[in-house]
């Protein structure tokens, strides 16, 4: 289990990662994000406008890592801005809702759209959320881990009201961050001073094989 931000000085870190949290309007990305940081589940909330982010700093298996976590609108007029963000990204979250049959039926366009911004073999996982509305599930469970087996991605099933999953999601998506980073590190070794010279401007708010991880309620 990664170690948490208050423990951890946030001006010392191994790895500066960006993660992007994509998927449909009213999936819980928002609510995915500020869970994850600490932040108290809201019943009720606005959708974002353009993106909003926080900062997490965590210890994974004695590596520290500072990880900048983008919430993306997913409403179509915001598109022309968010897409600008997926350039320099380390990671994505595309989430869908599993009582919204067609918030998963749109996953591909999002892998396409992540795809046309990204380099290829930025990690990937699938999130079908909301795990807690279990009388409610539309998006079969055994479907949606096929899915994301075929596209060679994990699947989580997550409730952000509950907490569940949340933290094996991150953790799982920054182990293969963290992989690819040291494989291209291999072939590239200036890559390994690239967070020395990174500049971070927070957010006032912010704070500092596929079938067995398809965790759910």
């Known amino acids: 289990m990664a170690q948490k931000n208050e423990t951890l000085d946030p001006m010392k870190y191994d790895y500066l ?10 999936v819980g990305k928002s609510s ?12 009720c909330t606005t959708g974002t406008v353009g993106l909003d982010f ?13 990880l900048q976590i983008w919430d993306s609108a997913g409403h179509e007029r915001y598109r022309p801005l968010t897409t600008t963000y997926y350039r320099g990204s380390d990671g994505i979250l595309i989430v869908y809702d599993i009582t919204d049959d067609q918030t998963f039926e749109h996953v591909t366009s999002w892998i396409e759209e992540v795809n046309r911004f990204t380099d290829k073999d930025v990690p990937k996982i699938v999130v079908g959320n909301k795990c807690d509305l279990n009388t409610r599930i539309s998006v079969d469970n055994a479907r949606a881990r096929e899915y994301a087996k075929n596209n060679g991605m994990f699947l989580f099933q997550t409730s952000a009201k509950s907490s569940k999953n949340i933290e094996n999601a ?22 390994s001073d690239r967070t020395k010279s990174v500049i971070l401007h927070d957010n006032p708010r912010s704070k500092d094989n596929p079938n067995d991880n398809s965790g759910c309620c």
Do not use: C, W
């Open 17 to 26: 990662f960006k993660l992007l949290i994509v998927g449909d309007p009213g």
């Open 32 to 43: 995915i994000m500020t869970r994850y940081v600490g932040e108290d589940f809201e019943e």
């Open 170 to 191: 991150f953790e799982h998506l920054v182990s293969m961050m963290i992989g690819r980073e040291m494989a291209l590190a291999k072939n590239d070794p200036d890559r």
């Open 54 to 66: 926080r900062i997490r700093i965590i210890q994974l298996n004695g590596i520290r890592i500072r």
